[in-house]
């Protein structure tokens, strides 16, 4: 009697956990949880920066067709351009590959800098 008690006991549980391992498939999945947040990031976006400077190319490429920009504008905001780019290769070299904060900083600055020499430039009156 104890014997068929204890196989009773074993088959309602094996049942039991047959049953809870069905219902848990059909449960939905839980929500992804996302990455745990660190201090700040490395880097900006990967392409920010690039984008940027193909941009400012663009602006100063269009004023050129336009004629908005002399020979001599556009000489000096593409040797500016050259510039930067050449600056922030040796900012790298010197980081092992990435930019610090500072050099963020600092090729933002010029960025602007030049930004606001294409648009004064392109508004001037000047025409080629």
């Known amino acids: 009697m104890i014997r068929g008690s204890i196989l009773t006991a ?57 004629g908005q920009l002399t ?15 050449r600056e922030k290769r040796a900012m790298r070299a010197e980081n092992g590959g990435r930019l610090s904060a500072r050099d963020r900083r600092a090729i933002n600055r010029r960025q602007n800098r030049i930004s606001h020499s294409i648009y004064h430039d392109k508004h001037n009156g000047a025409r080629r």
């Open 71 to 85: 020979a001599g504008e556009t000489r000096n905001l593409e040797n500016r351009e050259a510039s930067v780019n």
């Open 10 to 66: 074993v088959a309602i549980v094996a049942l039991s956990v047959s049953g809870f391992s069905q219902s848990a498939q059909t449960a939905p999945p839980a929500p992804p949880t996302a990455p745990a947040p660190t201090a700040r990031p490395a880097a900006p976006p990967p392409g920010t920066a690039a984008q940027r400077s193909q941009r400012q190319q663009q602006r100063i490429a269009q004023g050129v067709h336009s």
